[in-house]
DNA sequence: TGGGACATACCGACTGGTTAGTCTGCCCCT
DNA sequence: AGGGGCAGACTAACCAGTCGGTATGTCCCA
Protein backbone atom coordinates (compact mmCIF):
# COMPACT_ATOMS: atom_id res chain seq x y z
CA UNK A 1 0.00 0.00 0.00
CA UNK A 2 2.78 2.26 0.69
CA UNK A 3 4.73 1.59 -2.73
CA UNK A 4 4.62 3.83 -6.03
CA UNK A 5 1.74 3.56 -8.35
CA UNK A 6 2.81 1.35 -10.91
CA UNK A 7 4.58 3.32 -13.40
CA UNK A 8 3.23 1.19 -16.37
CA UNK A 9 4.81 2.58 -19.74
CA UNK A 10 4.00 -0.51 -21.10
CA UNK A 11 7.22 -1.59 -23.50
CA UNK A 12 9.80 -0.75 -20.78
CA UNK A 13 10.96 3.49 -21.49
CA UNK A 14 14.40 5.31 -20.23
CA UNK A 15 13.71 5.54 -16.72
CA UNK A 16 10.07 5.68 -15.05
CA UNK A 17 8.93 8.74 -14.17
CA UNK A 18 7.86 8.00 -10.56
CA UNK A 19 11.26 6.27 -10.01
CA UNK A 20 13.21 9.69 -11.53
CA UNK A 21 11.22 11.67 -9.29
CA UNK A 22 11.64 9.97 -5.69
CA UNK A 23 15.76 9.56 -6.81
CA UNK A 24 15.81 13.06 -7.10
CA UNK A 25 13.46 13.61 -3.91
CA UNK A 26 16.08 11.72 -1.69
CA UNK A 27 18.82 13.44 -3.07
CA UNK A 28 17.98 16.76 -2.42
CA UNK A 29 16.40 16.20 0.54
CA UNK A 30 19.46 14.52 1.91
CA UNK A 31 21.34 17.67 1.15
CA UNK A 32 19.60 20.40 1.48
CA UNK A 33 16.53 18.93 4.08
CA UNK A 34 12.82 17.85 3.13
CA UNK A 35 11.55 21.49 4.53
CA UNK A 36 14.25 23.17 2.24
CA UNK A 37 13.65 21.41 -0.71
CA UNK A 38 10.79 22.56 -2.58
CA UNK A 39 8.53 20.46 -4.75
CA UNK A 40 9.29 22.76 -7.49
CA UNK A 41 12.52 21.85 -6.93
CA UNK A 42 12.13 18.19 -7.48
CA UNK A 43 9.96 18.22 -10.40
CA UNK A 44 12.57 20.92 -12.39
CA UNK A 45 15.60 18.63 -11.24
CA UNK A 46 13.56 15.43 -12.42
CA UNK A 47 12.45 17.32 -15.88
CA UNK A 48 8.96 17.00 -15.34
CA UNK A 49 6.58 18.95 -13.99
CA UNK A 50 3.94 19.25 -10.68
CA UNK A 51 1.02 17.62 -12.83
CA UNK A 52 3.50 14.30 -13.19
CA UNK A 53 4.63 14.03 -9.75
CA UNK A 54 0.61 14.71 -8.01
CA UNK A 55 0.13 11.94 -10.69
CA UNK A 56 1.97 9.40 -8.71
CA UNK A 57 2.41 10.51 -5.04
CA UNK A 58 -0.51 11.93 -3.07
CA UNK A 59 1.32 14.50 -1.47
CA UNK A 60 5.04 15.43 -0.57
CA UNK A 61 4.68 13.67 2.52
CA UNK A 62 4.84 10.79 0.91
CA UNK A 63 7.72 10.95 -0.98
CA UNK A 64 9.52 10.95 2.71
CA UNK A 65 7.55 8.12 3.93
CA UNK A 66 8.72 6.41 0.29
CA UNK A 67 12.31 7.02 1.42
CA UNK A 68 11.74 5.38 4.69
CA UNK A 69 9.66 2.61 3.57
CA UNK A 70 12.89 1.34 1.40
CA UNK A 71 15.17 1.92 4.37
CA UNK A 72 13.41 0.26 7.16
CA UNK A 73 12.11 -2.86 4.77
CA UNK A 74 15.98 -3.07 3.85
CA UNK A 75 17.17 -3.11 7.32
CA UNK A 76 14.79 -5.82 8.98
CA UNK A 77 15.07 -8.18 6.19
CA UNK A 78 19.23 -7.86 6.45
CA UNK A 79 18.96 -8.01 10.00
CA UNK A 80 16.21 -11.38 10.30
CA UNK A 81 18.91 -12.86 7.77
CA UNK A 82 22.19 -12.20 9.94
CA UNK A 83 19.78 -13.32 13.38
CA UNK A 84 18.76 -16.69 11.65
CA UNK A 85 22.04 -17.30 10.62
CA UNK A 86 23.17 -20.59 12.30
CA UNK A 87 26.21 -19.39 14.47
CA UNK A 88 27.66 -18.79 18.15
CA UNK A 89 25.41 -15.89 19.58
CA UNK A 90 28.57 -13.65 19.65
CA UNK A 91 29.38 -14.00 15.50
CA UNK A 92 25.50 -13.50 14.76
CA UNK A 93 25.60 -10.05 16.90
CA UNK A 94 28.91 -9.14 14.78
CA UNK A 95 27.85 -9.61 11.84
CA UNK A 96 24.29 -7.79 12.16
CA UNK A 97 26.27 -4.99 14.05
CA UNK A 98 28.66 -4.89 11.11
CA UNK A 99 26.14 -5.31 7.98
CA UNK A 100 24.03 -2.03 9.19
CA UNK A 101 27.04 0.01 8.78
CA UNK A 102 27.96 -1.27 5.51
CA UNK A 103 24.32 -1.01 4.42
CA UNK A 104 23.85 2.43 5.97
CA UNK A 105 26.98 3.78 4.06
CA UNK A 106 25.78 2.77 1.37
CA UNK A 107 22.99 4.22 1.69
CA UNK A 108 23.83 7.30 3.12
CA UNK A 109 21.43 9.22 1.53
CA UNK A 110 18.49 7.36 2.75
CA UNK A 111 19.78 7.52 6.29
CA UNK A 112 20.20 10.60 6.69
CA UNK A 113 17.08 11.85 6.13
CA UNK A 114 16.40 9.20 7.97
CA UNK A 115 17.26 10.63 10.85
CA UNK A 116 17.15 14.40 10.15
CA UNK A 117 13.88 14.17 9.24
CA UNK A 118 11.64 11.82 11.07
CA UNK A 119 9.76 14.56 13.05
CA UNK A 120 8.37 15.98 9.91
CA UNK A 121 6.24 12.87 9.34
CA UNK A 122 2.30 13.35 10.05
CA UNK A 123 1.37 11.64 13.90
CA UNK A 124 -0.23 8.70 11.57
CA UNK A 125 2.73 8.19 9.51
CA UNK A 126 4.90 8.68 12.36
CA UNK A 127 3.40 6.01 14.41
CA UNK A 128 3.67 3.53 11.63
CA UNK A 129 7.46 4.32 11.02
CA UNK A 130 8.16 4.12 15.02
CA UNK A 131 6.31 0.48 15.11
CA UNK A 132 8.41 -0.85 12.18
CA UNK A 133 11.85 1.01 13.96
CA UNK A 134 10.78 -0.62 17.16
CA UNK A 135 10.48 -4.11 15.70
CA UNK A 136 13.92 -3.83 14.23
CA UNK A 137 15.47 -2.30 17.93
CA UNK A 138 13.90 -5.18 19.62
CA UNK A 139 15.34 -7.84 17.24
CA UNK A 140 18.44 -6.52 17.89
CA UNK A 141 17.83 -6.50 21.63
CA UNK A 142 17.13 -10.08 21.59
CA UNK A 143 20.56 -11.08 20.57
CA UNK A 144 22.40 -8.79 23.22
CA UNK A 145 19.96 -10.63 25.62
CA UNK A 146 20.86 -13.94 24.59
CA UNK A 147 24.52 -12.84 24.79
CA UNK A 148 23.94 -12.09 28.17
CA UNK A 149 21.73 -14.56 29.55
CA UNK A 150 24.38 -17.36 28.23
CA UNK A 151 27.15 -15.41 29.51
CA UNK A 152 29.15 -14.69 26.47
CA UNK A 153 28.29 -11.08 27.02
CA UNK A 154 28.43 -8.69 30.05
CA UNK A 155 25.44 -8.72 31.28
CA UNK A 156 26.08 -5.22 33.74
CA UNK A 157 24.59 -3.27 31.36
CA UNK A 158 20.80 -2.76 29.89
CA UNK A 159 20.56 -4.88 26.51
CA UNK A 160 18.23 -1.23 25.15
CA UNK A 161 20.86 0.92 26.43
CA UNK A 162 23.07 -1.67 24.23
CA UNK A 163 21.75 -1.42 21.27
CA UNK A 164 20.58 2.55 21.40
CA UNK A 165 24.57 3.13 21.70
CA UNK A 166 25.33 0.97 18.80
CA UNK A 167 22.44 2.69 16.69
CA UNK A 168 23.98 6.19 17.89
CA UNK A 169 26.96 5.34 16.04
CA UNK A 170 25.10 3.94 13.13
CA UNK A 171 22.80 7.24 13.09
CA UNK A 172 26.18 9.24 13.37
CA UNK A 173 27.62 8.27 10.48
CA UNK A 174 26.05 10.54 8.48
CA UNK A 175 27.59 13.35 9.94
CA UNK A 176 31.02 12.51 9.64
CA UNK A 177 31.48 9.84 7.04
CA UNK A 178 33.19 10.53 3.65
CA UNK A 179 33.27 8.19 0.50
CA UNK A 180 37.03 9.70 0.38
CA UNK A 181 38.34 9.38 3.54
CA UNK A 182 40.58 6.96 4.45
CA UNK A 183 38.33 4.07 5.65
CA UNK A 184 36.09 2.20 3.27
CA UNK A 185 32.69 1.05 4.45
CA UNK A 186 33.79 -2.59 5.50
CA UNK A 187 36.40 -1.33 7.54
CA UNK A 188 34.22 1.19 9.06
CA UNK A 189 31.61 -2.16 10.04
CA UNK A 190 34.47 -4.27 11.28
CA UNK A 191 35.65 -1.54 13.34
CA UNK A 192 32.45 -0.57 15.43
CA UNK A 193 31.24 -4.00 15.50
CA UNK A 194 34.53 -4.67 16.77
CA UNK A 195 34.13 -2.09 19.61
CA UNK A 196 30.61 -3.32 20.33
CA UNK A 197 31.88 -6.83 20.84
CA UNK A 198 34.69 -5.63 23.18
CA UNK A 199 32.45 -2.88 25.04
CA UNK A 200 30.35 -6.40 25.70
CA UNK A 201 33.20 -8.78 27.05
CA UNK A 202 32.25 -10.22 30.35
CA UNK B 1 29.83 39.59 18.37
CA UNK B 2 27.62 36.36 18.27
CA UNK B 3 26.17 37.16 21.72
CA UNK B 4 22.99 38.95 22.75
CA UNK B 5 23.39 42.85 22.05
CA UNK B 6 22.71 43.30 26.21
CA UNK B 7 19.44 43.91 27.30
CA UNK B 8 20.70 46.79 29.66
CA UNK B 9 17.60 46.88 31.74
CA UNK B 10 19.62 49.00 33.97
CA UNK B 11 18.04 47.97 37.37
CA UNK B 12 17.33 44.33 36.98
CA UNK B 13 13.57 43.50 35.75
CA UNK B 14 12.20 40.53 36.27
CA UNK B 15 13.29 38.31 32.97
CA UNK B 16 14.96 40.10 30.43
CA UNK B 17 13.47 40.11 27.19
CA UNK B 18 16.08 38.68 25.14
CA UNK B 19 16.81 36.07 27.43
CA UNK B 20 13.12 35.11 27.07
CA UNK B 21 13.27 35.18 23.81
CA UNK B 22 16.43 32.74 23.62
CA UNK B 23 14.71 30.10 26.06
CA UNK B 24 11.39 30.13 24.00
CA UNK B 25 13.25 29.83 20.95
CA UNK B 26 15.15 26.93 22.08
CA UNK B 27 12.44 25.42 23.89
CA UNK B 28 9.99 25.39 20.43
CA UNK B 29 12.93 24.57 17.93
CA UNK B 30 13.40 21.40 20.07
CA UNK B 31 9.94 20.78 19.97
CA UNK B 32 8.69 21.35 16.32
CA UNK B 33 12.20 22.12 14.59
CA UNK B 34 14.21 25.38 12.96
CA UNK B 35 11.75 25.55 9.75
CA UNK B 36 8.37 24.66 11.50
CA UNK B 37 8.85 27.29 14.40
CA UNK B 38 7.92 30.74 12.85
CA UNK B 39 9.12 34.13 13.91
CA UNK B 40 6.02 34.66 15.33
CA UNK B 41 5.10 31.32 16.66
CA UNK B 42 8.15 32.98 19.05
CA UNK B 43 7.02 36.14 19.77
CA UNK B 44 3.37 35.00 20.70
CA UNK B 45 4.86 32.04 23.26
CA UNK B 46 6.90 35.02 24.56
CA UNK B 47 4.67 37.74 25.45
CA UNK B 48 6.01 40.06 23.25
CA UNK B 49 6.26 41.46 19.33
CA UNK B 50 8.39 41.07 16.20
CA UNK B 51 9.42 44.30 17.02
CA UNK B 52 11.00 43.06 19.94
CA UNK B 53 13.25 40.40 18.70
CA UNK B 54 14.13 42.11 15.79
CA UNK B 55 15.47 44.85 18.10
CA UNK B 56 17.75 42.10 19.86
CA UNK B 57 18.50 39.55 17.19
CA UNK B 58 19.56 40.31 13.80
CA UNK B 59 17.55 37.16 12.44
CA UNK B 60 15.83 34.10 13.08
CA UNK B 61 18.93 32.42 11.98
CA UNK B 62 20.68 34.09 14.88
CA UNK B 63 18.79 32.74 17.42
CA UNK B 64 19.98 29.51 16.20
CA UNK B 65 23.40 30.45 16.06
CA UNK B 66 22.88 31.29 19.62
CA UNK B 67 22.11 27.95 20.96
CA UNK B 68 24.80 27.10 19.57
CA UNK B 69 27.39 29.11 20.72
CA UNK B 70 26.00 28.53 24.37
CA UNK B 71 26.25 24.75 23.68
CA UNK B 72 30.04 24.79 22.49
CA UNK B 73 31.67 27.04 25.10
CA UNK B 74 29.45 24.88 27.64
CA UNK B 75 30.66 21.47 26.49
CA UNK B 76 34.24 22.85 25.25
CA UNK B 77 34.68 24.77 28.92
CA UNK B 78 34.06 21.16 30.71
CA UNK B 79 35.64 18.72 28.84
CA UNK B 80 38.68 21.37 28.98
CA UNK B 81 38.10 20.82 32.94
CA UNK B 82 38.32 17.10 32.84
CA UNK B 83 41.42 16.55 30.43
CA UNK B 84 43.62 18.90 32.10
CA UNK B 85 42.94 17.44 35.03
CA UNK B 86 45.29 15.18 37.23
CA UNK B 87 44.84 11.41 37.22
CA UNK B 88 45.42 8.84 35.04
CA UNK B 89 44.71 9.39 31.31
CA UNK B 90 41.76 6.70 31.79
CA UNK B 91 40.33 8.20 34.63
CA UNK B 92 40.40 11.82 32.24
CA UNK B 93 38.95 10.33 29.72
CA UNK B 94 36.22 8.25 31.28
CA UNK B 95 35.16 11.29 33.63
CA UNK B 96 35.21 13.49 30.23
CA UNK B 97 33.19 10.69 28.33
CA UNK B 98 30.63 10.88 31.19
CA UNK B 99 30.17 14.25 31.73
CA UNK B 100 29.32 15.24 28.20
CA UNK B 101 26.57 12.64 28.48
CA UNK B 102 25.43 14.29 31.76
CA UNK B 103 25.92 17.63 29.99
CA UNK B 104 23.74 16.45 27.24
CA UNK B 105 20.86 15.17 29.00
CA UNK B 106 20.42 18.16 31.35
CA UNK B 107 20.48 20.35 28.08
CA UNK B 108 18.91 17.66 25.36
CA UNK B 109 16.90 20.89 24.09
CA UNK B 110 19.31 22.61 23.20
CA UNK B 111 21.44 19.31 21.85
CA UNK B 112 18.03 18.18 19.90
CA UNK B 113 18.35 21.20 17.77
CA UNK B 114 22.33 21.27 17.65
CA UNK B 115 22.72 18.13 15.84
CA UNK B 116 19.08 18.19 14.06
CA UNK B 117 19.05 21.82 12.28
CA UNK B 118 23.04 22.47 12.23
CA UNK B 119 22.65 21.98 7.98
CA UNK B 120 20.32 24.84 8.63
CA UNK B 121 23.03 27.59 9.09
CA UNK B 122 24.46 29.87 6.85
CA UNK B 123 27.77 28.68 4.81
CA UNK B 124 29.33 31.70 7.01
CA UNK B 125 27.90 30.46 10.54
CA UNK B 126 28.07 26.68 10.05
CA UNK B 127 31.97 27.07 8.86
CA UNK B 128 32.29 28.99 12.41
CA UNK B 129 30.60 26.20 14.52
CA UNK B 130 32.43 23.66 12.73
CA UNK B 131 35.89 24.82 13.99
CA UNK B 132 34.37 25.01 16.98
CA UNK B 133 33.47 21.60 16.87
CA UNK B 134 36.44 20.12 15.31
CA UNK B 135 38.25 21.47 18.01
CA UNK B 136 36.38 19.66 20.70
CA UNK B 137 36.52 16.44 18.75
CA UNK B 138 40.76 17.30 18.77
CA UNK B 139 40.62 17.50 22.51
CA UNK B 140 38.71 14.91 23.07
CA UNK B 141 40.61 12.55 20.18
CA UNK B 142 44.53 13.67 22.11
CA UNK B 143 42.50 11.94 25.33
CA UNK B 144 42.41 8.67 23.06
CA UNK B 145 45.67 9.26 21.51
CA UNK B 146 47.24 9.48 24.50
CA UNK B 147 45.92 6.15 26.20
CA UNK B 148 46.98 4.41 23.25
CA UNK B 149 50.38 5.38 22.86
CA UNK B 150 51.30 4.85 26.85
CA UNK B 151 49.36 1.12 26.11
CA UNK B 152 46.09 1.12 28.17
CA UNK B 153 44.41 2.12 25.48
CA UNK B 154 44.25 -0.71 22.84
CA UNK B 155 45.92 1.02 19.39
CA UNK B 156 44.41 -1.04 16.86
CA UNK B 157 41.30 1.53 15.83
CA UNK B 158 41.59 4.71 14.84
CA UNK B 159 41.26 7.51 17.65
CA UNK B 160 38.98 9.63 15.44
CA UNK B 161 36.70 6.75 14.83
CA UNK B 162 36.65 6.05 18.52
CA UNK B 163 35.54 9.75 19.05
CA UNK B 164 32.89 9.22 16.59
CA UNK B 165 31.57 6.35 17.87
CA UNK B 166 31.25 7.81 21.59
CA UNK B 167 29.58 10.79 19.96
CA UNK B 168 27.27 8.86 18.11
CA UNK B 169 25.95 7.64 21.08
CA UNK B 170 25.67 11.03 22.78
CA UNK B 171 24.01 12.60 19.40
CA UNK B 172 21.58 9.76 19.84
CA UNK B 173 20.57 10.24 23.37
CA UNK B 174 18.24 12.76 22.31
CA UNK B 175 16.04 10.28 20.08
CA UNK B 176 15.86 7.73 22.99
CA UNK B 177 16.38 9.30 26.52
CA UNK B 178 13.22 9.72 28.39
CA UNK B 179 13.18 12.01 32.05
CA UNK B 180 10.64 9.44 32.87
CA UNK B 181 12.43 6.60 31.94
CA UNK B 182 14.51 3.93 34.22
CA UNK B 183 17.92 5.89 34.20
CA UNK B 184 19.14 8.72 35.86
CA UNK B 185 21.64 11.05 33.73
CA UNK B 186 24.49 9.79 35.69
CA UNK B 187 23.46 6.52 35.15
CA UNK B 188 23.34 6.49 31.76
CA UNK B 189 26.57 8.72 31.81
CA UNK B 190 28.39 5.81 33.70
CA UNK B 191 27.18 2.88 31.53
CA UNK B 192 28.02 4.77 28.69
CA UNK B 193 31.77 5.80 29.46
CA UNK B 194 32.08 2.35 30.67
CA UNK B 195 31.30 0.46 27.19
CA UNK B 196 33.62 3.30 25.96
CA UNK B 197 36.38 2.45 28.38
CA UNK B 198 36.15 -1.45 27.96
CA UNK B 199 35.86 -1.49 23.85
CA UNK B 200 38.99 0.46 24.77
CA UNK B 201 40.47 -2.35 26.63
CA UNK B 202 43.89 -3.62 24.41
C1' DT C 1 -10.30 -0.77 -41.07
C1' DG C 2 -12.04 2.74 -38.70
C1' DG C 3 -13.83 5.30 -35.11
C1' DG C 4 -16.09 6.27 -30.69
C1' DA C 5 -15.47 5.71 -25.56
C1' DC C 6 -12.62 5.84 -22.04
C1' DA C 7 -8.20 5.85 -19.37
C1' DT C 8 -3.47 7.03 -18.40
C1' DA C 9 0.20 10.32 -18.23
C1' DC C 10 1.40 14.59 -17.90
C1' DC C 11 1.36 20.04 -18.38
C1' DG C 12 1.45 24.66 -16.25
C1' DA C 13 -1.17 28.55 -14.69
C1' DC C 14 -3.43 29.63 -10.59
C1' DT C 15 -4.91 30.07 -5.54
C1' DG C 16 -5.02 30.62 -0.78
C1' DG C 17 -2.21 30.80 2.79
C1' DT C 18 2.19 31.49 5.22
C1' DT C 19 6.63 33.63 6.17
C1' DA C 20 10.83 36.47 7.38
C1' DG C 21 11.88 40.78 7.76
C1' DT C 22 10.81 46.15 7.57
C1' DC C 23 9.14 50.47 8.96
C1' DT C 24 6.81 54.02 11.26
C1' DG C 25 5.75 55.64 15.44
C1' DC C 26 4.44 55.61 20.41
C1' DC C 27 5.82 55.42 25.29
C1' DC C 28 8.64 55.95 29.10
C1' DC C 29 12.84 56.67 31.45
C1' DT C 30 16.63 59.66 32.16
C1' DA D 1 14.23 66.40 24.75
C1' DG D 2 16.30 62.61 23.22
C1' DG D 3 16.87 57.88 22.65
C1' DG D 4 16.30 52.94 23.93
C1' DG D 5 12.67 49.51 23.90
C1' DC D 6 9.08 47.88 21.85
C1' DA D 7 4.26 47.58 19.13
C1' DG D 8 1.90 46.09 15.10
C1' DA D 9 0.62 46.81 10.42
C1' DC D 10 2.72 45.97 6.11
C1' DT D 11 5.33 43.83 2.06
C1' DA D 12 7.37 40.92 -1.09
C1' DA D 13 8.43 36.37 -1.75
C1' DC D 14 7.40 31.71 -1.70
C1' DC D 15 5.07 27.33 -1.41
C1' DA D 16 1.98 23.02 -1.43
C1' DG D 17 -1.54 21.59 -3.68
C1' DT D 18 -5.49 22.16 -7.39
C1' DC D 19 -7.56 22.04 -11.73
C1' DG D 20 -8.83 22.39 -16.42
C1' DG D 21 -6.71 20.93 -20.40
C1' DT D 22 -4.02 18.05 -23.94
C1' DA D 23 -1.74 14.19 -26.02
C1' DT D 24 -1.27 9.44 -26.44
C1' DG D 25 -2.80 4.83 -26.06
C1' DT D 26 -6.12 0.86 -25.60
C1' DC D 27 -10.26 -1.66 -26.17
C1' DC D 28 -14.41 -2.80 -28.43
C1' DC D 29 -17.88 -3.19 -31.85
C1' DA D 30 -19.24 -2.50 -36.54
Known amino acids: MASIKEGASG ?29 QEIVDAAGVTKGALYHYFGSKEDL ?9 RLQQERLDRFADADAPVEQRLRDAAADVVVTTIENLDDTKIFFRSMHHLSPEKDKQVRAERRRYHERFRALVEEGQHTGVFSAD ?21 REDGPLSPQQVADHLAGLLLRALRP
Open 11 to 39: GGAAKPVAQRLLATATRLFAEQGYDRTSV
Open 157 to 177: VPADLVVDYHFGSVHHLGTWY
Open 64 to 72: LHEVYGRVL
